[in-house]
């Protein structure tokens, strides 16, 4: 069995190092590639809104272009995160516009 050190990518962050070791043994045992597991690793960053930055040093890209290159379709568009802010602010109106009901009356 491959030593499971060989498969950590590059970091700065030791807490980082240790999870993408685990993620990639428990990976590699059910079959699945280091590629594979690379971008389920880069997935899982995105997906709990780590910024491009972070996700390139994890990575060990050179630099955030080349995450975006290779990545940029996980990442929501701008279309996606206008719109849910635009719902949010007028639910968070709707929300403060709503009448107060006196409950000692």
Same mark, same amino acid.
């Given at each position: ?21 685990? $993620? ?5 045992? #059910?079959?699945?590639?280091?590629? !594979? @597991?690379?971008?389920? *690793? =880069? ?28 990545? $940029? ?5 701008? #279309?996606?995160?206008?719109?849910? !802010? @635009?719902?949010?602010? *007028? =639910? ?14």
């Amino acid at each position: 069995m491959a030593n499971e050190h060989q498969y950590r990518w590059s970091t700065s962050k030791s807490t980082a190092r240790s999870s993408s070791t685990r $993620t990639t043994t428990s990976l590699q045992t #059910e079959g699945h590639r280091t590629h !594979a @597991v690379r971008h389920h *690793y =880069a997935s899982l960053l995105i997906k709990h809104g780590e910024s491009v930055k972070t996700v390139s040093e994890r990575l060990g890209h050179t630099n955030a272009a080349m995450t975006l290159n290779i990545y $940029t379709h996980l990442w929501p568009d701008s #279309e996606e995160r206008t719109r849910a !802010a @635009v719902d949010k602010a *007028y =639910a968070d109106r709707s929300a403060d516009a709503q009448p107060q009901v006196d409950e000692a009356a």
